[in-house]
């Protein structure tokens, strides 16, 4: 069965250093999203994709960036983690088709930065 | 600028019906979702409206109405599985959130 799978599921780092959260998927859309989501502020977009070598900023995208040199992946970076960006973040995908582009979610990744 | 409104929390008993509202204002408009999400889980689709009117799916319909701005979501029939967050998500050339609706069930 096709998925996106999201790795680590648990981080704890350290301000200041470079974290990078991977998503992976096998639905083979293009489209991809990364957000992030807080106590307060719900689902909150980062950057996305709509193709291979395409990405855009979302509505929080300050000290976060992405590269999609393939369809299946979108790795998320963190250049120098705050503690502001202590969060669970989420991968998606969707592709227009059916739903008109539903997306389907990883299963988060929790990071902690102390 | 983007702007999705929903309420903070409702409570509705089990075996009755709650309505969830969503009020919007974006700079496009290409469809409106509904997500649940349980705690501690991802978001998993509900429902799709992109033309005025009722989508029912089940013990689940979704509204929209595209010149007010509004939408709905009609849970019937309660049952305590459907204690969770009740996300509203609007697309234009990407998909943006609303804060979320936290739904708790009494028995």
């Known amino acids: 069965d096709a998925e996106i799978t999201q790795s680590p599921r648990h981080k704890i780092t350290e301000t200041g250093r470079q974290v990078t959260l991977a998503c992976h998927q096998t639905?083979?859309?293009?489209?991809m999203f990364w957000y992030r989501q807080d106590l307060g502020h719900g689902l909150r977009l980062i950057h996305y994709?709509?193709?291979?070598?395409?990405?855009n900023k979302g509505e929080v995208s300050d000290g976060y960036s992405v590269s999609r040199s393939n369809t299946e992946d979108l790795p998320l970076t963190l250049e120098s983690a705050a503690s502001s960006q202590t969060s669970v973040y989420f991968c998606?995908?969707?592709?227009?088709?059916?739903?008109?582009?539903?997306?389907?979610f990883g299963e988060g990744s929790r990071l902690t930065v102390l | 600028g983007q702007n999705i409104d929903q309420p903070t929390e409702m409570t509705a008993t089990e075996g009755a019906i709650v309505q969830i509202n969503c009020t919007y204002q974006t700079s496009g408009f290409n469809g409106l979702f509904w997500y649940q999400q349980h705690a501690g889980e991802a978001p998993t689709f509900l429902s799709y409206n992109v033309l005025d009117g009722l989508e029912e799916k089940g013990r689940f319909s979704s509204f929209l109405s595209r010149s007010k701005g509004y939408s709905y979501l009609l849970l019937k029939e309660l049952q305590m599985k459907d204690s969770a967050s009740y996300l509203c998500a609007v697309r234009d050339d990407k998909i943006i959130f609303g804060k979320g609706t936290r739904l708790h069930i009494l028995p």
């Open positions: 998606a995908s969707s592709e227009y088709s059916g739903n008109a582009g539903e997306l389907f």
């Open positions: 639905w083979n859309h293009n489209n």
């Open positions: 994709s709509y193709g291979v070598q395409d990405t």
